[in-house]
């Protein structure tokens, strides 16, 4: 059973860089036919996309997110990570990473998601 | 980009009744399309992928239809554990999620 877990800080300061890790566990990253995926929900609201990277290191990001997102992965961890950078409290929301699994189209493992707060 | 739109937005029913939720394209998205329930503090769970096929461990009161811009997601019967917040996203381009239809109990 795949499981993710998202670690890191659930407080930071406005313009500075959101940092996150998500470890796998039960399978491994470098497997072909995922994307490792980084969601987030603002408190009360829907779901946005904010990337994705292949094992390989290719990487596709939402476009209104793009200038400030970054995500890497680290195959001999079994970890990828979420960098968002000048963040204001409008970036305040839920993290979750997700494998997206290319067959299906879809999100099918979930972390559990973490509260992540802007504030000075 | 393609948007999604879900409706209605909120759904009151009783458990046992049926539950229809539809979710639309703003330009086709052929059979690319899922769904997804997701529970107070919990992340989303995957119920259906590529707009019909059930992804693994979903029971068979779950069901989805449609391709194209037009798509529904059907409970047929609903059980106490199926109040809860349904998703849909598409994943032409890049993946984006419906607004969501809120199922509650009437």
């Known amino acids: 059973q795949v499981q993710l877990q998202e670690s890191g800080p659930g407080l930071v300061k406005p313009s500075q860089t959101l940092s996150l890790t998500c470890t796998v566990s039960?399978?491994?990253?470098?497997?072909?036919?995922?994307?490792w995926s980084w969601i987030r929900q603002h408190p009360g609201k829907g779901l946005e996309w904010i990337g994705y990277?292949?094992?390989?290191?290719?990487?596709y990001y939402n476009p209104s997110l793009k200038s400030r997102v970054t995500i890497s992965v680290d195959t001999s961890k079994n970890q990828f990570s979420l960098k968002l950078s000048s963040v204001t409290a409008a970036d305040t929301a839920v993290y979750y990473c997700?494998?997206?699994?290319?067959?299906?189209?879809?999100?099918?493992?979930w972390g559990q998601g973490t509260l992540v707060t802007v504030s000075s | 980009e393609i948007v999604l739109t879900q409706s209605p937005a909120t759904l009151s029913l009783s458990p046992g009744e049926r539950a229809t939720l539809s979710c639309r394209a703003s330009?086709?998205?052929?059979?690319?399309l899922a769904w997804y329930q997701q529970k107070p503090g919990q992340a989303p769970r995957l119920l259906i992928y590529?707009?019909?096929n059930r992804a693994t461990g979903i029971p068979a009161r779950f069901s989805g239809s449609g391709s194209g811009t037009d798509f529904t997601l059907t409970i047929s019967s609903l059980e106490p554990e199926d109040f809860a917040v349904y998703y849909c996203?598409?994943?032409?381009?890049?993946?984006?999620f419906g607004p969501g239809t809120k199922v509650d109990i009437k």
């Open positions: 997700a494998r997206f699994i290319v067959l299906m189209k879809g999100f099918d493992y």
């Open positions: 039960g399978g491994s990253i470098s497997s072909g036919g995922y994307y």
């Open positions: 990277i292949y094992y390989s290191g290719s990487t």
């Open positions: 330009q086709s998205v052929s059979s690319y």
């Open positions: 590529d707009a019909s």
């Open positions: 996203q598409q994943r032409s381009n890049w993946p984006r």
